[in-house]
């Protein structure tokens, strides 16, 4: 598990810390845990997404303070890390093929299903799918793991 999180994250003391938390916490629940081996699995995945999370917070809180800006009173941390990520990611999707970026930005700002955006652009619902599959692909290509971080910073509903 220890060289599983190191691959994701990169800092092994990070990956020691995930790892003898989750044993902590197995230890301490084990009364309630049913299946040990999904609990682990997702305990594991769930704490590198956490570990994501904040690490791009504080890279981004680093960028900030780095460059001198300003924070006033009506502007917190989150409302401006999170609008520099949106910027961020929106340039991307506007790169995006162009029927993928109109499933995407359908899904992503419409929060329509992919049954209702199948109808709207009269395609099927699998053709749906497959354009969504593709503009994660595409975006993860220009993230890579930070992609997933970014999507749930910003609550994207996928």
Known sequence: MVNHAYSKINDAAAAEDIVQDIFLK????????????????????????????TELLHNKHTVIIRNGLAISSEHTWNDIVSKEMKEELDKHIQALPPQCRE?????????LSNKEIA?????????????????????KTHYGYEMIAILLTLTIKL
């Open 26 to 53: 197995l230890f301490l629940n084990k009364s309630e845990i049913k299946n040990v081996k999904r609990y682990l699995f997702v305990a594991l995945r769930n704490r590198i997404y956490d570990f994501w999370r």
């Open 103 to 111: 499933v995407f930005v359908l899904r992503r700002e419409e929060q």
């Open 119 to 139: 109808e709207k652009l009269g395609i099927s619902v699998n053709t749906v799918e497959q354009h969504m599959r593709k503009a994660i692909r595409i975006l």
